[in-house]
């Protein structure tokens, strides 16, 4: 059985596209996390707007998996 290099250079972009927005976005969270808590820690009335911000940079890994369903696409298409 005989793949082609254009296949592994293919999953090779899409398993970039996952891990790099992962990444990106693990860091957001850490940062993000970490000042939603010491406001939560001042004012508990905060804890609605902390789980919100704290959510907001998964959106970033969503985008990374349409960007490699995009790639995974078109390259099956060509």
């Known amino acids: 059985m005989v793949i082609e290099i254009g296949t592994g250079l293919v ?6 596209a996952i891990g ?12 993000i996390g970490t000042a939603a808590i010491g406001a939560m820690a001042e004012n ?5 707007k902390g789980l919100i911000l704290t959510v907001i940079p998964e959106t970033i890994v969503i985008f990374g998996l349409v960007v490699a369903i995009m790639i995974i696409g078109l390259a099956g298409a060509a």
């Open 11 to 16: 999953a090779l972009a899409a398993a970039t």
């Open 20 to 31: 790099l927005s992962a990444i990106a976005a693990a860091l957001a969270e850490k940062a």
């Open 44 to 48: 508990e009335n905060l804890f609605g």
